[in-house]
Every structure is written in C-alpha cells, then in structure tokens.
C-alpha cells in the first residue's frame, strides 16, 4: 500500500473519540459512564495544571525571580516560596512589580485548586496503567482484561468493539473501566510529554507535510517541463525524459487520488448483509442465544458483508421479501444487538408484508461498521 494511503487511513482510525465505550449492553454501564467522565475531568484539569504553571514561570521570568522553582511533582510554590514572594510584594514599591508578583502568586492558588480537584477526581477512580515504551493500547487492554477472569477469547470481543488507540507516548494514563459485561477505556496524557491529541496532530502533521512536499516537488517539475518545452530545440532528449517523468508522476497521483475516494466511500458506508435468519445461523454469520438477542457468530468476517450504503448520500435500507425467497417478511432483526429500534434506526413494514424499509436515524453510529439484517416469515 501506498505510504501516504496507509498514514491517511491510521490517521482516519485514531480520530476516534479517546473515550471509548463497548456495547455488549443496551446502554452505556452508568458507573462506566460516571468513571469515564471523572477520568476526562481529570485529564483536564491536569492539562489546565501545565498550562498555568508555565504562564506561572513566565512571569516569574518576567519579574527577575530567577530563585525560585516550583515543586516537579505538583507544579506548585513551597510555603517558604510563597511567603518570600509576599515579603517581597509588601516591600516593592513598584506597583507594575507588585503586580507580576501577585500574578504568580494567583496563578499559585489556581494550581493548588485544580491540584484539589484533581485528586478529588482520582480518588474516585481505578489507578490507571502507565504507558510504558512499546506499550500498546490494545495488548494493555487485553491485559487488564484477564485479570479480571475474562477469557482470552471474551476478552478480544470487548476489546473488538471499541475503538483502540494506534500509537502510545510512555507516560500516558491508560484508565480501564469494566462493570456488568461492558469494558471501556480512557487515555490521557499522564506524565508523558504530550497529550493524546497533539500526539495525533503531529501523526497527521507528518502525512500533510510529506503530501504537500510531493504536490510541491510534483508543481515544480510542471514548471521545469514547461520551461524546458520553451528550449525543446535545444534540449529536446531532456525534454522528452521529463514528460516520461511527469507522466509517471500525474498517473500516481491519479491512482492516489482513486485510492483515497475508495477508502473514504469505505470509511464513509454502512456494510451489511440481507439474509433469512435460519440461513445466517446455519452459516455461522449470526448466533442466537435462547434469552438474548442475535450476535455475531463465528464466520462473521469481512467478506460476508458484500452490500454497502454510502451515508454520505443515502441512509434508507429496502429488503424485499422476493429477494429472499420468502412469501412474506415477518420479523427483522438488526446484528449487532447494540443498535436500538427508533433509537438508531427505524424498521417498517409494509401492509402486504412484501418489503421492509430500514431508515438510519443516528447515521454517524453507523459509518465504517457491519450489520446483519436477519428475516423471518
């Protein structure tokens, strides 16, 4: 695969939320729900902490105070710092002085206020995994997983159905939640350098600098061919080895070009498949628990799921009972489970019961994933 194809698509893939939640039940878990939000509190208060810290250090730079260093650990002015600070404040005569150095002294107690808040927020959470070098999202993920006696193979279907973090800096915060069957995951930035976000902005900053540098590089041997189609008299076999160059290089762009359209229509459609229920479970595409809803079963892969629906331009599904063999449509049910009747999606059924007509209400729940439509009589 193209380099600039594969960057594109990882990058694609990591814009997922970092909070991210799987749906082996109806609803989100609440106490996953209520740990994950306090987890995203905290990850910004902890980013607010750097933030004022380092205004804190530009106005300590500022006012000359070159003396005093704040706490490593929780960015903050010691007691004895603080008190000298004030000394000097009440003897500077300054006011502008006195005003830089009341500044640091605000933005101190800002800090110790979300330090508070922050350890507030983690007191109520699980100690997070901390990103070692090398360390993936994923493999942490199984990890936590099996030392809560999930199975190996249960514990990649949770993992499975949440959207995992391709790329980890050491020091970020890896929060694990897992209640009732549900798992979901948290990453922030922790101790590490860079945030999740910056992480991904770079990754993709690094793509758009190494395409821009191909259009530009691309752009200036267009100037040099039509430059040296003015002197074609003269240098006429260098001329011709550059439109062979050219011509290579606008038919890669053009398959780039092709390329990307076919993984943003990928990206950007439903893939199913319409079948008659008992079929699909014969197939192993679907298995049907006793007291559950349908699932997916062992072949659920890929190249089952040979009908898409482009969401950019369409979002209505018609199943025909003809289609199926079948002499009427009784029932549809919609694999995986996780996807709601009027909540997600809306089912209709005609009156002669010859077709059903699937309307996508939540349509961006439904972009880049499979889903089974299983009919019965």
């Known amino acids: 695969m193209n380099p600039f194809r594969r960057s594109t698509l990882a990058l694609v893939l990591m814009a997922a939320s970092l909070l991210t939640v799987s749906t082996a039940c109806k609803r989100e878990d609440p106490q996953i729900r209520e740990l994950t939000q306090k987890a995203a509190e905290a990850d910004k208060a902890s980013q607010q902490v750097n933030q004022v810290a380092t205004e804190e250090q530009k106005k300590l730079a500022q006012a000359g105070v070159n003396d005093i260093k704040p706490n490593a650990e ?21 006011s502008s002085y006195q005003a830089l150095l009341q500044e640091v002294l605000d933005k101190d107690k800002e800090i110790k206020d979300l330090n508070t ?62 209640a009732n069957g549900t798992y979901g995951t948290w990453v922030s930035q922790g101790k590490a350098k860079i945030s999740p976000n910056d992480l991904m902005r770079q990754e993709r900053e690094k793509v758009e600098g190494e395409r821009d540098e191909a259009v530009a590089q691309n752009e200036k041997l267009q100037e040099e061919v039509l430059d040296l189609e003015s002197q074609k008299k003269k240098i006429t076999e260098e001329i011709t080895g550059l439109q062979t160059e050219r011509a290579n290089l606008i038919e890669e762009r053009t398959k780039l070009q092709a390329d990307n359209a076919g993984q943003l229509a990928k990206l950007n459609s439903l893939h199913y498949v319409v079948g008659k229920r008992d079929a699909l479970k014969t197939d192993g595409v679907i298995e049907i628990p006793v007291f559950a809803k349908d699932r997916a079963g062992k072949n659920w892969r890929d190249e089952v799921f040979t009908q898409s629906l482009d969401l950019r331009s369409g979002k209505t599904i018609t199943i025909k009972a003809a289609d199926l063999g079948l002499k009427q449509i009784g029932k549809v049910n919609v694999v995986p489970g996780s996807y709601l009747k009027d909540e997600h999606y809306k089912l209709t059924i005609s009156e002669d019961k010859q077709t059903a007509t699937v309307e996508l209400i939540t349509v961006s729940r439904f972009r880049n994933d499979k889903v089974v439509f299983a009919v019965t009589e």
């Not at 903050?76 to 710092?81: A, I, M, V």
């Open 117 to 178: 808040k922050i350890a507030k927020l983690k007191a109520d959470l699980p100690k997070p995994d901390v990103a070692k070098p090398n360390d993936s999202h994923y493999g942490m993920s199984l990890r936590f997983l099996k030392k809560k006696g999930v199975s190996e193979a249960e514990a990649k279907k949770l993992v499975s159905r949440v959207a995992i973090l391709e790329k980890l800096a050491p020091g970020f915060e890896v929060y694990h939640f897992y």
């Open 74 to 94: 929780t960015l903050q002015l010691t007691d004895e710092q603080k008190k000298a600070l004030e000394e000097r404040i009440k003897n500077e005569k300054n």
